[in-house]
């Protein structure tokens, strides 16, 4: 009997362009998440050791188990394909065929290269055809991406291709607008800019004036 861990990239962004995937170990998922937590937790705690605070105080004793937890049940739970979220169809018995948009979708994320948060809103729109889906579902995509160390222009991608194979539909547009804390915490420590991704398939990508319109409904 095999007992071996499949590849990670076999579990989680497989069906992603190998360019989008978010970069995993092969053994990313053989510990399990309380696993992972404890690990973390002691060497969290070294961190702060290093640092030079005394986690014998009973405000900071906590803090590595509380960071440990934080990292794998929220801040980065979009690592594990199992929270993948299942984008269930319905048939357009409306006969809607204009445009659909999500517009701010609330977006935490956490920049891959400093390990801040990013936070903006994330904007999605799609046209309809023969389905349609729920409206939470797109948030859901949103959040599921957004749930992991990221880059902006990635994540704008990656959410775009889960759209489009989700929706069975390449007509479907991403706008992301978000501060990063790398730019605004330290470096520069420029708290007054914003950053920008956009993708756009289909019909979004061919015609200029449903392009435009996206971009009035959302007020740019």
């Not at 801040?116 to 939470?136: R, T």
Request: charged residues 25%; aromatic residues 8%; glycine residues 4%.
């Amino acid at each position: 009997m095999d007992n071996s861990v499949p590849e990670a990239s076999a579990l989680a962004d497989a069906h992603l362009p190998a360019e989008l995937r978010t970069p995993l170990r092969p053994d990313a998922f053989a510990l399990s998440d309380e696993q992972k937590i404890d690990t973390i937790a002691t060497h969290f705690r070294e961190i702060m050791t290093v640092l030079g605070l005394d986690l014998t105080d009973d405000s900071l004793d906590g803090t590595p188990r509380r960071v440990a937890k934080m990292f794998v049940q929220e801040w980065f739970r979009g690592l594990d394909p199992a929270h993948r979220p299942h984008v269930k169809l319905f048939e357009n018995r409306y006969q809607y065929r204009q445009m659909l948009i999500e517009r701010d979708i609330t977006l935490f994320s956490c920049c891959e290269h400093h390990f801040v948060p990013i936070i903006g809103k994330a904007h999605v729109a799609y046209l309809p055809g023969k389905n349609v889906v729920g409206l939470s579902k797109l948030n859901r995509v949103v959040q599921y991406y957004a749930r992991r160390p990221q880059v902006q222009e990635r994540l704008t991608r990656q959410i775009a291709e889960e759209l489009k194979q989700s929706l069975r539909t390449d007509d479907v547009a991403v706008l992301i607008e978000a501060d990063h804390l790398c730019v605004m915490s330290r470096g520069v420590n420029d708290t007054s800019s914003s950053t920008i991704t956009a993708e756009y398939g289909g019909v979004f990508n061919a015609d200029a004036d449903l392009r435009a319109e996206f971009l009035r409904q959302l007020g740019k």
